[in-house]
Every structure is written in structure tokens, then in C-alpha cells.
């Protein structure tokens, strides 16, 4: 007769399972407390999402235009209503990325201009953000000289002025402006705009800043909102924090759903984890949302689209050649158009990248010609990193190497920036100067791995 | 604040108007318009951004400052109160909510004035301070109302009303007086024909065609149709009194926000309309006046260090403006010691009015009303009667419908129902 004892190993399981189960428990829970959606409770818009023009916000633009354009109906040679028009169609502009209001902006504001060309900032305002949206920064810096000229001390035209420092890499100045408008006016904007230039300084008090940006923020005001939640993403993004990016990217989306500037950022981070997927959901989205106009960001999504297929081994060039199409339309009058209508957006960066992805001598000749020509215009990190990549390809590693030391040198702390350096230090046979490079890297972002690297094109 | 007054008209959405304070503003040799949308971007992607930047927002500009005995605004009103407007929000559009700063004070300051002649001292005696909260599902902000300077603070809430509901206004005790108040958004009274006004200076600085105001059949009101974020107190006088027999109050408003570390630094100050925007061209100058108190003036015109070498500019500045005017020196002076502090002075034993009485220093003394144009009184003064009239009012000019805003409602807060 068998006697049914219970195996030795089972008294032992009773107390293994709940303490499995416990562990397990334990896990979940600290993996929820580090995911994205819990995270993003802390940088969560502190007012309701419901008020009005939080959900419906081109609805509002639009409601605001109806308001303008009876006003201009009413006296349709009101400079200060055309003014108010132009200013309007700019943002949308904004709220979109579709070309199309951008060139309603700039035509309402010559309007303007012409019918009243004194005492109307306003119109000028908005030019000056036109041509600095087209990458035409010595007419940015033309139009608000003149603005702060006839009225010294104005703010906008101050914050304009400090945009365009921080995008041709003249951060001193750009900091020293900032700071002066940060001293005198402490709101959303203005500290979004001094963490930018911290930043791109690689200052220690970037964060900090992001977060005064943030606790100054007031209801009604989402643009700024967001704006300011994607640029403090970034910043974490760069350093390799991507679960705090993440949720910042996603505290934006709560406040703008479809937000462009934060889906495409979303999407890159997908990249870089490998959720391929996830990352074309993101760019997908802003395509639904620009109901099939023409949007400044067209090209971005269609150039990442060519990354992931290219990260997945697929063919990518018919994307890269509609994105090149697209970017060649805009690029050829650039930095140097007076309009809109000439049809320029200025990307020739972009376009020069977009043909290194590509990656064939005569598109690597063609880059290295068009960075040698946008040095000329702007020297920030960015650019200077893809001069150095462009010389770098056309196997000028010494000019490479002096690039890339440039871009180093504004103080930025990007991983990919000191990863570069390494690669043509190495070229250069320069094996402890790269490992530095290398090690600065993985300081700033200890995670920043083979496949960050393939994600921005480095190792590809 | 020219430039604000100017402002007040230029800008879209995220552009404030800028308060216009300022008739002398037809002075100006140079003065602008702001606006407000900055793109702060910089983005790797694709540099352009969505950033609907106003590098201070439309909620932290003021716009007008109210002052009357509320008897005089409706006469079956208690001769014993008055009552304290305040503006903000310029250029709100019609058919949308905007919100107070729930970061910001809101502050009317009250002096307490022995003799209506005397020069305005700029003390605070009295503050009288809004803190507005986050807005609830109803698009309402609670408001904590705090009465300082008359002893121990007391504070009382209220809530502002949103947009398409009847006015609420709130009682709150103050000792043994009571405060009416009232927050929300109000059709913007105020009326000028400012892009007029303009040409009208382009062409006597020779850089445009001379030309005179248009017709009042064909003036237009820039303000009509806009909204503005209103503040209204019913004040008692004997709560402005705290004791005494003063029967003169000089009252101001400011703003004031947080920096860093939380003290709080003040970005806006506005007290009569149009003086320091119209004597002051210079945005840097008028951001000066803006952090400074009343009392920073009558220390500078008393000839006080370090308040007299640190105001030269600006006083160098307004006195450049009311010269450019064709003022001589001897009435140059006259003005800026007339409308300098930049204080909104009410003689509570007269009739309320911008332009019913002046004292001996030539100021205004009996506050403002609603209605009161005071782009007409303005421009006669500083032009010494040579502009009477932009040829703007508050009705408008029937036939003329760039003009005219709707009547004034007759209860407390008096302003009319938003747009």
C-alpha cells in the first residue's frame, strides 16, 4: 500500500510560490513605476484637457481667422487687421506645418506693410518669423534690427533675434539676450527659450530651467505648452533617458493630440529602441492629421520611413528619392529667397543628409557641396556636424576632424556629436584621442549602443 | 506706453494689445507695435516647431485702469462707494475664453491723499490684491481677494465668470465692510481710432503723407469687438478711509510673478491711460516704468538720488515727446509734472470724469469713467488744443459700422457683456 506522502519538494513549494508570486508582483510594479504612462504623471499639464480650445485647437485658429477676416472685410485697408490676419495665419502655420498658411502669413503681412508701413511691428514680426522659418537668417536679423531699432527693448523681437543666434550658433549672444529677457519677463516662452541656449551650451542647468519652463506655464496658453515638453524630451532623449522622453513626448500629445513636432520626435525615439512599428504609427499620424497637404515635415517623415526600412533591411531609396524630390523643391532657393513663393524652406542641411543616407559618391559630392555652402549661413552643432560628416565621406578627415572639434566646442552634450568624433579620430589614426570621444560619449548617455547608433545613421 | 498702446492694436491672437495708455502717443516720434508669436525652436528633425510663443503672455498685460463713484455711473447706486476697473487680456477675440494668470498678483495700490493739489506721493496705503486658481470644468477660476495695509490682511474668494453666463459678482466682508467683485471676460470699452493716429504722426514727422483724423463717418474704432479680462471691486469709501477724512485717493494697478526662488517682481504698473505709453517711446525706458513704483517718479521730479539719476532717461524721454508736440519748455515741464507719477487721482466730492477737473499741477483729479473719451482729452492736451477729436466714441457714429459698442450694462460691473 502506497502511502501518499507529499513529495519533500512540495513543502518547500508552498513557500516558493508566493514568494515567486511576490517577486513577480515586485517587478511589475517597479517596471510600471519606470514605465512612460506613470512617468508622464510628472510632467502631465497641470490644468483640465477640456477647456476650450485644448481639444478643438484649429477649430479656435479657425474661429479666430473667421474673426480677422470680417474685420478686414469691414475695412480691408486696416493695416493693424491685416496685421492681426497675417499674425493668424502664421499660426496655423505653426499648429499645422502646412506651407500653405505660412505663405497666407507672409502675403497678409506685405498687405499689411503696404497699407500702414509705419508703427506696424506686428506685420514685420511675422516676416521676420517667415524668413526665419525659411532658414533666411541675415533677413531674420535685418527685419528685427529694424523692429528693435524703432523700438528698442521689444521682447518679440528679442526672442526672434535669440532663435536665430541659437540656430547659426551664435550662443554667447544668444544667451546674453536671453538672459536679459528671462530677467525681465519670467514666463513659459521666455524660459523655454533660455533652456534651448542652455542646451545648446551643454549647461548643467538645462533640466532645471525645463522645469521652471514648465512650472510657469498658464492655462490656455498649449503651444507653449507643448513646445516646451518636446524640447525638455529632447534634451532627456539625447542623454539617453528615454522613458523620461517618452513621457514628455506623451505628456505633449495629452495636451495636443497630433502634434507634429512631438510625434516626429516620438517616432525617433521608436527608432532607437527598434520599434519599427511604433515608429511609423507616430509619422503616420501626422500624415492623417495634415489631411494631405503639403506640411514642412513631409520630408522628415518620409526620411525616417527610408530609416526604418533601411534598419529592417528593406529597400529604402524610393523613399529617400520622394523625400530628395521634396527637398530639392525647397532647397533651390533656400537661404537666399525673398518669398515664400520662390518656394523655399531652406533645407539644404536637410537635403545634404538626406543624399549622406544615400550614401554614392555623387550624392556624398554633392552633400559635402551643399554644407560647404550652409557653413556660410550657420555654424551650430548640428551643421558643423554634417559638414564633418559630408568631409568625412569624401574622405577629408583632417577638415572632418576640425568640423567636428568645432561642433564639440559649442559646449553641446550629445552623444552622437562625441561618437562622430571617434569615428574620424580613428580614420585618422588617433586611437586615444577617439576612445576619449567614445567615452564622453557613453558618459553622457551610458546606453547610447550600436543600435543608437545605426538609429541616427552612424553606424549604418 | 506707446508702445503697448500701439500694441494694442497689432497683434493676432497671441498679441496683446498694449494698453493705451496713451494719448500722448500721438506724440510719439516713434512707437510701435508688438506682437507675440516667437518661435523658440530649434529642433533637430526639421526646425520648425509649433511654438506659440508670446514672450509675455496676453494675461500679464493691463490694459486700462477705471476709477469712479459708482453713483455717477448709475444713480441709484450708493453715494458711498466706488468703483475700481481693471483691464487685461488685450485684444481677446469674440466667442473665446481667456483666463487669468494663476501664477500672477493682480493688484490695485490706493494712496490716501490730504490735499487734491499735492504732488502724487506713490505709497501704497492700501493694496488690494487678486490671486486667481486653475480653472474648473465650468471654465471658472476661483479668486482669492486679499485686502493689505488696513491692519491684518483679510482675504475672501470668489470665482470669475465664464464666458456666456450671466455676470456673478461676490460680496466678501472686510471687517466691517463689504467688497463687490467681479472677474471674467467684458467687451474691451475702450475706442481711438489708433491706426489713424499713426498716419496722422507718420505725416507730421515728415516719413508719410500729411493727413488729418478721418471722418467720423468713416473713423474706425480698433477696439470695437474685442474682449477684454476684466477685474471690477465695489469699494467702500470708508474702507479706502481706514480712519481718516481723506476724500482723495490716488490709485494704480500693477502685475507682479514669480521668479525664481518665488519673490515676486513686478511687469506691469499702468495707472492713467495713455501717459506712460505716450510719453514713453522707448520699450527699454517703459519697461523700467513697468518695475518700478509711483513713488520712483516723485523721488526722480523731487530731485532725489539715486531715484533722479536713474529716472533721467525716461523723464529726458517723455520730455522729448511732449516737445516733439510743439510744447515749449516752460509747459514741457508743466505736463510731465501733471501727469507724472503716473497715478489715476480721484476727488471723491466731485463728479467722476476724466476731463471734469483738474488741480493746480493741471492733473485730472476725478478719475474715469467708462465712457470717458479719453483719446479726445488727451490729444487736446498735450497738442494744446491744436488735435480736439480722433473722431471715436464709445456709441460710434450712426451709419458707421466700424464703430459703436454695445450699451453698457446697468448693474455692477457696468461693462458691457462680452463679444
Known sequence: ?460 | MLTKLTRRMAQTLNFRRLPIKSLLVLTLLFAGTGTVLTATNFVNASDHDDGEVDTKGRNLNLTDLYVFREKDQNPQASADDLVFVMNTNPRSVARQQYFFSTRARYQFHVTRVNNKDAMATGRSHMIIRMKFGKPDKNQSQPVTVTVLGNGKPRSFRAQTTPLNQPAQSYQGRVGQHHIAMFAGLREDPFFFDVEQFFRVRAGARKTGPAVGFRDPSKALDFAKGYNVNTVALRVPIKLLQAGTDAKVFDVWQTISLPGRGGRYRQVERLGRPGINEGLIVQNNLLNTLNKVSPSFEAAALAGKQPQAKLAAPVIADASRTLKALGNNDQRTQALLQAFLPDVMRIDTTGKSGYGAALNALGSPIRGRLLKDDVIDTTLSVLTNGAVPSDNVSYEGTPGNTAQGHQPLERRFPYLAKPN
Do not use: C
Not at chain 1, 121 to 148: M, P, R, V
Open chain 1, 1 to 460: 500500500m502506497k502511502t501518499h506522502s507529499m513529495p519533500r519538494f512540495h513543502k518547500p513549494a508552498w513557500l516558493i510560490v508566493p514568494a515567486v508570486i511576490t517577486i513577480v508582483m515586485l517587478t511589475i510594479m517597479a517596471r510600471s513605476l519606470n514605465s512612460p504612462t506613470t512617468q508622464a504623471n510628472a510632467f502631465s499639464y497641470p490644468f483640465r484637457l477640456d477647456l476650450p480650445g485644448n481639444r478643438d485647437r484649429l477649430k479656435q485658429i479657425q474661429a479666430e481667422l473667421s474673426f480677422y477676416k470680417d474685420r478686414v472685410q469691414q475695412a480691408p485697408t486696416s493695416g493693424l487687421n491685416l496685421s492681426a490676419l497675417a499674425g493668424t495665419y502664421w499660426k496655423m502655420g505653426k499648429a499645422t506645418g502646412e506651407v500653405s498658411w505660412y505663405l497666407l502669413a507672409e502675403k497678409t503681412a506685405q498687405r499689411s506693410l503696404s497699407s500702414l508701413p509705419f508703427d506696424n511691428a506686428g506685420a514685420k514680426l511675422t516676416l521676420a518669423k517667415i524668413a526665419q522659418a525659411q532658414h533666411n537668417f541675415k533677413q531674420t536679423n535685418k527685419i528685427t534690427q529694424q523692429i528693435l531699432t524703432e523700438q528698442p527693448g521689444n521682447e518679440e523681437a528679442q526672442a526672434i533675434l535669440v532663435t536665430s543666434h541659437l540656430a547659426t550658433g551664435n550662443l554667447i549672444e544668444a544667451d546674453r539676450l536671453v538672459t536679459q529677457l528671462v530677467k525681465s519677463t519670467p514666463t513659459l516662452p521666455t524660459l523655454t527659450l533660455q533652456a534651448l541656449v542652455q542646451d545648446a551650451r551643454g549647461e548643467a542647468s538645462t533640466s532645471q530651467t525645463f522645469e521652471a519652463a514648465i512650472a510657469a506655464e498658464e492655462p490656455g496658453e498649449i503651444g507653449s505648452s507643448a513646445f516646451a515638453r518636446v524640447m525638455y524630451g529632447r534634451h532627456y532623449a539625447r542623454q539617453g533617458k528615454l522613458q523620461k522622453a517618452e513621457s514628455l513626448y506623451q505628456a505633449a500629445l495629452e495636451i495636443l493630440p497630433n502634434y507634429p513636432l512631438a510625434l516626429v520626435q516620438l517616432a525617433s525615439l521608436k527608432i532607437r529602441q527598434g520599434k519599427y512599428e511604433a515608429a511609423e504609427q507616430a509619422y503616420n499620424q501626422i500624415v492623417a492629421y495634415s489631411r494631405q497637404e503639403a506640411t514642412v515635415f513631409d520630408h522628415v517623415i518620409l526620411r525616417g520611413k527610408a530609416r526604418i526600412k533601411q534598419l529592417q533591411g528593406q529597400a529604402f531609396t524610393p523613399l529617400l528619392q520622394k523625400a530628395e524630390t521634396l527637398l530639392r523643391q525647397e532647397t533651390n532657393t533656400g537661404h537666399d529667397a525673398t518669398s515664400l513663393e520662390q518656394g523655399s524652406f531652406g533645407h539644404r542641411r536637410e537635403l545634404a543628409l538626406l543624399l549622406l543616407d544615400r550614401n554614392q559618391p555623387q550624392t556624398n559630392a554633392e552633400a559635402l557641396k551643399l554644407m560647404q555652402a550652409e557653413v556660410k549661413v550657420r555654424q551650430d552643432a548640428q551643421t558643423l556636424s554634417a559638414l564633418a560628416q559630408a568631409q568625412f565621406r569624401a574622405d577629408r578627415h583632417q577638415a572632418a576632424h576640425l568640423s567636428i572639434q568645432k561642433a564639440i566646442a559649442t559646449g553641446i552634450a550629445d552623444p552622437a556629436l562625441f561618437m562622430q568624433a571617434a569615428q574620424i579620430a580613428r580614420r585618422l589614426d588617433k586611437p586615444q584621442q577617439a576612445q576619449r570621444y567614445a567615452n564622453r560619449a557613453t558618459q553622457i548617455d551610458p546606453s547610447f549602443d550600436q543600435q543608437a547608433q545605426r538609429a541616427i545613421g552612424l553606424e549604418i
